[in-house]
C-alpha cells in the first residue's frame, strides 16, 4: 500500500499515461482493471456509471425548455413520459401547451381563454376526450330507447334544447322530453310534412298545401297560412322579423307575415320541389350579405337559391349554387346553414360553400347518397343503409359505425334528423349529454340514439 503523497503521484502520472492512449488501448486497460477489482470497486464503478450515462435530463434542465421538448412530443409518448418517475409527471402534467395540443388534435372544442388553464386540468380533458374517441370507434358512445304515442305514420320531427317535436297522419303535434321520454303536449293539427317550434308556439307545414301556428298552451289555432297549390315541405321563421318562410311541391318560396298571415312575396325560379328553407343570420361579410343580416335560403334536388328578404314582385335569387351545370349530380334532401357556411350532400360527397366568398369545397364520402345529419369543424353526422356514422372532417376518417334498426326514410329526409349539434365542432371540456339521432319507426313509434353517461 502507497503512501497518500506517493499515491498521488503515482495516480496523476497514471492519468498521464492514460491520456495518451488511444481507445483501443485505454478499453483494454479498462479491461484490466476491472477483471482484477473486487465487489467494493465493481459497486463503486456501477455507481459512477450510473451518474454519468443515466443523467435525468428532465430534471437538469430549466422548466421553460422542458416544456419546449414537451411540446415535439405526440400524446401517446406524453403519456409514456408521465410514467417514468413522479418528476417526470409533473414537468410533462404542467406543459400546457403540449395538452393544449394534444386536445385540439383528439377533437376537443378549445376555446381561447383555455389556452391559459394550467396543463394537468387540460390532460385531464385529454383523457375524458379519448375516452369518449374510444367509445365512438368500438360502439359503446350511444344508447338506444323508443317514444310511443303517435298511431300513425310520424313525418315531421323537429329538436330543439332537450325537446322533440313530432307530427303525424294522426293528425296531431306531440312534444316530448328527451331525457325522461315523457309527453308534454299533444295538440290536434293537420297532416305535417314538417315543422319548427319555440317554448310558446309550433308552426306545422302541411300536405294540405297549408302552413298553421298553434298555441302549446291552449292547443288552438293561432294563424293559418294560405297560398301554396302544392304541398309545403318545408318552414322556417324568426320571431325577430316576424316572417315566415316555406318551400311547396309548387316550386315556390314563400314569404309571410308571421302574425298575420299575409303573404309579402312569392320567389319563383326553382324547377323541382322545394324540400329545404332556411331564414336566419349570416355571421359574415359576403358579396350578397353582410354580417348580422337575415338570409333566405332554399333548395331543390338540382340547386340552391339565396334571396333577398323583400317585398319586390318577380325579385330575382341573389346568388344560385349548383354541383353540375347539366343537373347530372343530384343534392340531397337536406340543406345546413350555420351562417357561415352552405353545407349539403350528393352522391359523391359533402359540399361546403364559404359563404364569405363562395368557394367550394368537396369532402369525398365512402357511402353513395348519404343523408347529412349534421356537419361541423371537427366531425359530420352521416345516416346511410341502416347505420349512423362519425366522420372526422379534418382527415375524412370514420371514427363510428353504428347499426340502427330497419328505418321508414322519406324522400325528402324529413323522418330523420340530428339531436344536439355543438359537439362536432369538438368535445367539450364540460361534457354535456343529449340527443344524438332520431326518427320514426314503421310502428309509429320514435327510434332515439343518445350519448350515453361516460363515467370516467
Known amino acids: 500500500m502507497k503512501e497518500a503523497?506517493?499515491?498521488?503521484?503515482?495516480?496523476?502520472?497514471?492519468?498521464?499515461?492514460?491520456?495518451d492512449l488511444d481507445d483501443k488501448q485505454r478499453n483494454e486497460t479498462l479491461d484490466l482493471l476491472i477483471a482484477t477489482s473486487g465487489a467494493s470497486q465493481l459497486s463503486h464503478l456501477s455507481t459512477k456509471l450510473e451518474t454519468l450515462l443515466k443523467r435525468d435530463f428532465l430534471r437538469l434542465l430549466p422548466l421553460e425548455l422542458s416544456f419546449y421538448l414537451c411540446t415535439f412530443l405526440d400524446p401517446k409518448t406524453l403519456l409514456r413520459c408521465c410514467v417514468v418517475s413522479k418528476q417526470w409527471n409533473k414537468v410533462?402534467?404542467?406543459?400546457?401547451?403540449?395538452?393544449?395540443?394534444?386536445?385540439?388534435?383528439?377533437?376537443?372544442?378549445?376555446?381561447?381563454?383555455?389556452?391559459?388553464?394550467?396543463?394537468?386540468?387540460?390532460?385531464?380533458?385529454?383523457?375524458?376526450?379519448?375516452?369518449?374517441?374510444?367509445?365512438?370507434?368500438?360502439?359503446?358512445a350511444f344508447e338506444s330507447t323508443s317514444l310511443y304515442g303517435h298511431s300513425a305514420r310520424v313525418y315531421a320531427l323537429y329538436y330543439s334544447e332537450?325537446?322533440?317535436?313530432?307530427?303525424?297522419?294522426?293528425l296531431s303535434v306531440r312534444l316530448w322530453d328527451v331525457q325522461t321520454g315523457k309527453c308534454l303536449h299533444v295538440i290536434e293539427t293537420h297532416t305535417c310534412a314538417d315543422l319548427k317550434f319555440d317554448k310558446d308556439k309550433v308552426v306545422t307545414a302541411s300536405f294540405d298545401n297549408t302552413l298553421a301556428c298553434w298555441d302549446w298552451a291552449t292547443g288552438q289555432r293561432m294563424q293559418v297560412f294560405v297560398g301554396h297549390v302544392g304541398a309545403v315541405f318545408s318552414v322556417d321563421?324568426?320571431?325577430?322579423?316576424?316572417?315566415?318562410?316555406?318551400?311547396?311541391?309548387?316550386?315556390?318560396?314563400?314569404?309571410?307575415?308571421l302574425n298575420t298571415?299575409?303573404?309579402?312575396?312569392?320567389?319563383?325560379?326553382?324547377?323541382?320541389?322545394?324540400?329545404?328553407?332556411i331564414l336566419r343570420k349570416c355571421q359574415v361579410d359576403s358579396v350578397v350579405h353582410r354580417a348580422g343580416e337575415y338570409v333566405l335560403i332554399s333548395m331543390d334536388r338540382n340547386e340552391i337559391k339565396i334571396w333577398p328578404i323583400s317585398t319586390e314582385v318577380n325579385c330575382k335569387p341573389l346568388r344560385t349554387l349548383a354541383v353540375s351545370e347539366d343537373k347530372s349530380i343530384s343534392l340531397l334532401p337536406r340543406l345546413q346553414f350555420d351562417g357561415r357556411g352552405i353545407v349539403c350532400a350528393s352522391d359523391i360527397g359533402i359540399y361546403l360553400w364559404d359563404f364569405a366568398t363562395f368557394e367550394l369545397r368537396i369532402i369525398p364520402t365512402k357511402q353513395c347518397s348519404p343523408a347529412l345529419l349534421g356537419f361541423g369543424t371537427v366531425f359530420s353526422l352521416i345516416y346511410h343503409w341502416q347505420h349512423l356514422y362519425v366522420m372526422d372532417v379534418r382527415t375524412q376518417r370514420y371514427i363510428c359505425k353504428y347499426p340502427l334498426p330497419v328505418i321508414r326514410k322519406s324522400k325528402r329526409g324529413s323522418s330523420i334528423i340530428a339531436g344536439d349539434c355543438d359537439w362536432l365542432d369538438g368535445f367539450e371540456l364540460n361534457e354535456k349529454l343529449g340527443l344524438v339521432f332520431a326518427t320514426s319507426m314503421p310502428d309509429h313509434s320514435i327510434f332515439l340514439i343518445r350519448w350515453r353517461k361516460n363515467d370516467t
Not at 503523497?5 to 491520456?19: I, P
Not at 404542467?94 to 396543463?119: P, T
Not at 321563421?237 to 307575415?257: F, H, K, M, P, R
Open 5 to 19: 503523497n506517493e499515491f498521488k503521484s503515482w495516480l496523476s502520472q497514471l492519468s498521464r499515461d492514460f491520456s
Open 92 to 140: 410533462v402534467s404542467g406543459c400546457s401547451q403540449a395538452w393544449y395540443a394534444a386536445c385540439w388534435q383528439i377533437g376537443l372544442r378549445m376555446d381561447c381563454d383555455e389556452k391559459s388553464q394550467d396543463g394537468p386540468l387540460l390532460k385531464h380533458s385529454y383523457l375524458r376526450a379519448i375516452s369518449r374517441h374510444r367509445d365512438l370507434e368500438d360502439g359503446t
Open 162 to 170: 332537450g325537446k322533440l317535436a313530432t307530427g303525424s297522419d294522426d
Open 237 to 257: 321563421y324568426s320571431d325577430e322579423l316576424q316572417l315566415l318562410a316555406s318551400g311547396s311541391a309548387d316550386g315556390t318560396v314563400n314569404l309571410w307575415a
Open 261 to 277: 298571415g299575409e303573404c309579402y312575396n312569392v320567389f319563383r325560379g326553382h324547377t323541382e320541389w322545394v324540400t329545404r328553407v
